[in-house]
């Protein structure tokens, strides 16, 4: 009895190992918004700063979603980390871009293309300083519509009018998407391919890996920490046990 509660218990120490080793996929960190407003997808710039130290700190490399496609097998870094925001905030530039390049790290910024210029959000200049600075621009389509209430053609103009329209201004290829709320649907997917995007990103937890579909790339949601630090550590270390349990599938 005694040599089977052994075995047992070495048996789960070996899974338990496993499973927190790295591997499996890319940490893509999902952040909004950068400042001081009380609202979940709002990370105060103190706060934001912690986690980039932290990132920077523990070894990750912050790289592109272009530079996490286009590596081959043993390119990537030892701890490479894809630092996203959602929407296009004029806090993204003012705030979140000079932290990040205090420590380093570089992001993607995924815009919504019919909101450049208005209240609150990044202009035309913001975006190209921004992408001279090292940043990658994608698409959050054109009007932040729950792509799964169009239709396959309303969706098909969505993702090709914010993609033709951040081209034309941004004069550099987009190549990715993030779905607003988190919401698409086979459609989506047939119009993402027709449209010439690479991948996009969904609000579902765990690792962003090429192997797998690249039109439902995981993320790692990143709302106001309610615990701190703790709570940012606790996020990654549950999207590489996501990870690596996908990888059982």
């Known amino acids: 009895m005694i040599r089977m509660m052994q075995i047992v218990a070495g048996l789960l120490l070996l899974f338990m190992l496993w499973l927190l080793a790295p591997g499996g996929g890319v940490p893509i960190l999902a952040y909004h918004q950068v400042g001081s407003l009380p609202e979940i997808y709002s990370v105060d710039a103190a706060e934001f700063e912690e986690q980039m130290q932290y990132l920077a700190e523990h070894g990750y490399t912050a790289i592109s979603l272009a530079e996490l496609f286009a590596a081959g097998p043993g390119e ?24 990040l390049e205090k420590y380093g790290l570089k992001g993607t910024v995924f815009v919504i ?11 035309w200049e913001q975006l190209k300083d921004m992408q001279a600075r090292n940043m990658e621009i ?57 449209a010439g995007y690479t991948a996009a990103c969904t609000g ?17 949601n990143v709302p106001r920490p309610k615990f701190g630090l703790w709570e940012f550590r606790l996020r990654l270390l549950r999207a590489q046990i996501y990870g690596k349990l996908s990888s059982l599938q």
Do not use: W
Request: proline content about 7%; overall charge negative; hydrophobic content about 35%.
């Open 76 to 99: 990537l870094p030892a701890k490479p980390v894809i630092i996203a925001f959602d929407d296009g905030y004029e806090d993204n530039y003012s705030a979140a871009l000079p932290i």
């Open 204 to 220: 579902l937890p765990g690792l962003g890996t090429t192997g797998g579909d690249v039109y439902q790339l995981k993320r790692v």
């Open 138 to 194: 994608g698409s959050h389509t054109y009007s932040h519509v729950a792509l799964d209430e169009l239709s396959p053609e309303e969706q098909l103009s969505e993702l090709v009018r914010s993609k033709e329209l951040l081209e034309a201004n941004l004069g550099k290829p987009v190549q990715f998407l993030a779905y607003p709320y988190g919401r698409y649907n086979a459609a989506t997917l047939t119009a993402l391919k027709q």
């Open 113 to 123: 293309a019919g909101q450049v210029g208005q209240p609150d959000y990044m202009t």
